[in-house]
């Protein structure tokens, strides 16, 4: 066993700056600087008397023991029509624990049973924020022993599943990596000079005017962690990174009675970074003018026939369509069927495993995934990282090249395909790290400009007899767009019907005339059969590629499936997708089955422009 | 249904026999928020319409909540969270049909029909324009929800068989009250209850047996708001500060052992001292080694002795919630003392009030006291047993054949519907002995009964009550602290491992005696309309007959590794 000891020396020395190196074989030493971070400096020796003195009475030893701290800096932010209706700052530390008995090809990971470990504390929870050593090594020292029960529980268990089944996995269990030492220094929350709460007020105050607007509200989230990695193999990080967003919703009510939303989102890296209120305003100025046109609007029909999708409605569409397929992990062993079943509901199986080498995507066409990409003025996107939450090293993925894959996504949670994390393991609040694409990217070597990809389009409507066709400018995300948590559920719901099968929710959709090219809003209604396989023939990609920021969920059940692209700034790991506009030869679609619900008796209340 | 009173927690603090209530009646006259005339204008706008719909509604009721509240935790030494939010809650609470048959009907024993959405965090400023968009919304959410209720009632009722209850009122009709009361305010610096907190919990660290310790701090300046169509128009603020201790350990065979212990007030200068704080984690510190080496009690029928506020406990679980008028009602439930109006259910020497409008008994403060209870209706003092017979419910909006009127004891946490819910929960004696008197008394009777052992109890946790059909009409106390009392003089020996269980209507008439000195237990009580702040108070109590039982056992050992802190201590050496 390695002793990470000597790593902690490294970090004295270059404490201000961002080092990285690899542990090599080394004897334990007595800690170097009482100056030095308390909270690495509890995790250390806790981790190291767990490592000597955890076993069985047979002798066995744990194989690896991992511990994560999360240092959580949050403000939140929500106002409505320009009045505040929250402000909030928080501070939190949470630690996780994990242990592994076995060894990588088999151990007590991995494995769903109907009857878990239960301890009286359990392996995770809040630790004191003042970086205290004494209540640190407390904490840690009882979480450690929980984690440890709940290893021996999930082995025994596994084990005995094993022996239930004619074939049993081949797949490793869990990836082996070279240690990492990376300390970078820590951030201290800068929230900048701004005035949130006004900001966030004069935003939606300048929606007042849309008398017919039922609700408007927006959310600013400003996050800063610090996020530490320490286990038994070497590895220790700890990094620093920012997260700011802003969600923004609008509701209204169709004439018929169905209802109706938009919304605005926008996530950036660091809170100077987000838009103006002004800005802002604008956008929600301009999403509530277009709400109200589309509220007038004809209901999409029933359609079969050639899509086209803008850039930012394509990138949200791959979002969706590739979330589970471009990770190479396989999913846990699981006791319980109910578990894989709902997977496969929300679109969580991949449709790829197994066909390294195949043509998946159009011919020339190429997908990677970047977490080091940045943006034009250098600035990191909201999806980089440098070291993923495993504590392995990012690495840009070549995952298809000219429409063959050659490559998946992968955390330290092996696949029948890859056995090697490439910097892939994300989560969110110390939850179980997943495999999860960072900054996709999506182009063609076959790209048109826009003007050529409109024509083909138009070409195409008119081979079909058609007069008109159908063109997507943006997709739904229903979490960000329903304000009220029963009505964004109902929403959901019409969507997990048939999200297995590739239904999708556009929310701004164009009816164009083929004769003319010009352009009319519909009422949304449901794209129909939209996989991998109605990608991969696509007919025709643009040179008119956009970065589409948004946030993977990393909610339990969620996170892996289709669903997961309707994640919300408090519940998943921030993503970009940056792809070109996509045009699609043959794509059912039908009328939304929204609930038709009657109009309210009583007419909205006035609502003067604010003072 | 079942009842978990698993928060429900104490403080203990001894009195003289005859306890002295000091009550406060709604008079104070304060100036009217904005958020009154803003909630006012919309449902004047709102009822003249909604009234005249098919089908109409003829109540509705918006209560705003504004909570201030701020919290700082700490454990094992450091602190774990400390922040203050403000926050505003709006409540819509429709009624449509009519005071005899409404959306709220229950139908069978399926319960409710009606779902309303719980609430609508509205803004904290006083932007009426904001407001009033929010409530129209939820007004029209709540009527459409209402409407489609009433239909399926309708419908059901057709089908259905009817109960005793069949022919009373939905809702009861009540007169309209105004009251503007000061709204409550709070002005803390957190800063030196961080550093207590971190003091408090650090304390801990010098005994190995605690594994962990958690201390809350929690502030809330809650104001209420309420106007309704029958005219109630309600604005009162209520301030609550609270200390909570919590200390966890395990027995050697891996038994799980906790201690708490929690400090409330309402006046800042009734802050406990750091004197009274360390003094109660000494206790709590030396029980928990006790029960740590106590041994495991076994399966008992016998005499038992409560102290006062585990006797506190005890009426709460065992009487309390199921006097609460709205399951004499309901078909599921077992409405065990729905016919027993007028008649003796236990001792002659008892009798029992729930009464709201107490702020303080003696010198404790009183958790369940409320001005105005979640309908809006003022809190009463209500005499439920006078001398052993049953005279009264806590009473909601929701009338009884013979009870066609709330008595103000219809509460909820924010974002449940209101039912009957206890608030001061008081249990007087007209036979009290000393405390010395009862303990002779309760020898007597393990002589007499022939045992080699009675049971005393000193702390409960809390409980469960089952109240409904198709379950035993029993309850379960969590014990914390239980001693055997042997009749041939051997000191007391403490026991761990044992929770306390009994039926109800036994249980009662098994009371022989009670002690002289009323024990206030203050806590937050979980059922069906969520949390609510109550106090119960008790004397000491001698029971005939309790029974004890095994407690569900914990699965984990106790850890592998001796604490960080004590590394180095001498096997057996406790510092």
Known sequence: MKSIAMLFRSIAICSALLCVGLAGTLRAQQWPSETADQTLKAMHDELERSRQGLQSSEGEKPYFIQYRLLDLDARTITASFGALISSTATHNRFMDVNIRLGSYQLDSSNFISGAPFVGFLGSAGQVGV??????????????????????????????????????????????????????????????????????????????????????????????????????????????????AAIEASIETQAPDGVPMHDFYATYASRPAGLPSAAEVAHQLQTRATRMMMIRAADPMPAYSGPVLFEPR?????????????????????????????????????????????????????????????????????????AIDDEGVPAQKVNIVEGGMLRNFLMSRRPGPDSAQSNGHGRNVYLGDPRTASSNLFFQSSDAIPPADLKKKFLDLCKQDGRQWCLLVHEMDNPEVGISHSQDSQDELRSIVEGVSSGERAPLVVYRVNVADGTEQLLRPGHLLGMNLRTLRDAVGIGNDATLFSYIQSQQQEIAGTALAAFGTATNGVPSTVTSPSILFDDVEGREARGQMRKLPLVPPPPMPPKQ | MIFIAGTLSASLHAMPRKPEGKRSAPQQQAAPSPVLAAMSAELDRTMPILSNAAPPAYFVDYTLSQVRAAEVMGSNGALLNSS??????????????????????????????????????????????????????????????????????????EVQATSPEEGVPDFSREQPHTYIGAEATLHLDRKPWEQKVRDYTAYFRQSRDVLNSIITFTAQANNQYEVNSEGTKVQFGLVRYRLE????????????????????????????????????????????????????????????????????????????????????KDASEGQTFAKKVGQ????????????????????DVLLGYYPFDDEGIPSEHVVLVDHGILKNFEMSRQPL????????????????????????????????????ELRKMFIEEIKKQGKPYGILIDDLEGGFTFTGRGQPQAFQLEALVVYK??????????IRGVDIGGTPLVSLTNIIATGDTTEVFNGYCGAESGSVPVAAAAPMMLLSGLELQKKAASTDKPPMLPPPAHEHDQPGVKQ
């Open chain 1, 130 to 243: 003042d970086g205290d050593y004494n209540s640190l090594r407390q904490d840690l020292w009882l979480a450690t022993d929980q984690a440890y029960k709940e290893a021996v529980t999930s082995m025994g268990q596994k084990q005995g599943f094993l022996r239930s089944l004619s074939k049993p996995p081949e797949v490793a269990d869990f990836s082996q990596e070279k240690p990492v030492s990376e300390v970078d220094p820590r951030v201290v929350p800068d929230w900048t000079n701004r005035n949130w709460e006004e900001e966030a007020k004069q935003a939606t105050a300048a929606v007042r005017a849309f008398s017919e607007l039922y609700a408007a509200r927006i959310t600013y989230t400003l996050i800063y962690e610090t996020y530490y990695v320490m286990n038994t193999e070497g590895t220790q990080v700890r990094k620093s990174r920012t997260l």
């Open chain 1, 313 to 385: 409605a394509a990138a949200s569409l791959l979002s969706q369509m590739l979330a589970a397929s471009v990770s190479g992990s396989r999913p846990p062993l699981s006791m319980i069927p109910a578990v894989d079943e709902i997977m496969e509901e929300l679109g969580g199986r991949s449709e790829w495993s197994g066909r390294l080498g195949t043509r998946v995507l159009p011919a020339g066409t190429s997908l990677w995934d970047d977490p080091g990409a940045a943006n034009a003025q250098g600035d990191p996107l909201p999806g980089s990282y």
């Open chain 2, 84 to 157: 203050e939010n403000l926050q505003r809650f709006l409540e819509v609470r429709m009624h449509v049909g009519s005071y005899a048959l409404d959306n709220t009907h229950k139908v069978g024993a399926g319960g409710s029909v009606y779902q309303p959405s719980p609430y609508t965090p509205v803004p904290v400023e006083d932007d009426a324009a904001v407001l009033r968009r929010a409530i129209w919304l939820e007004t029209d959410r709540q009527y459409r929800a209402a409407a489609e209720a009433l239909v399926k009632i309708q419908t059901s009722k």
């Open chain 2, 245 to 328: 201790i919590f200390i966890q350990g395990k027995a050697p065979d891996g038994m799980d052992l906790d201690r708490y212990y929690n400090f409330d007030w309402v006046d800042p200068k009734d802050q406990p001292t750091d004197e009274a704080v360390y003094a109660a984690e000494k206790t709590m510190v030396a029980e928990l080694v006790a029960l740590g080496k106590a041994p495991l009690g076994e399966p008992f029928a016998g005499p038992t002795l409560l102290t006062g506020r585990a006797a506190a406990v005890f009426f709460h679980e065992v009487f309390g919630h199921r006097d609460e008028g709205f399951r004499q």
């Open chain 2, 344 to 363: 003796q259910i236990m001792p002659s020497f008892i009798s029992i009030i729930d009464d709201p409008t107490m702020t303080r008994l003696n010198k």
């Open chain 2, 401 to 436: 054949k013979d009870f066609p009127h709330s008595n103000g004891h219809g509460r909820r946490q924010i974002g449940a519907q209101p039912i009957s819910r206890q608030g001061n929960l008081i249990v007087e004696s007209s036979k009290a002995v000393s405390n010395a």
């Open chain 2, 485 to 494: 009392v042997y009749p041939d003089g051997r000191p007391d020996e403490l």
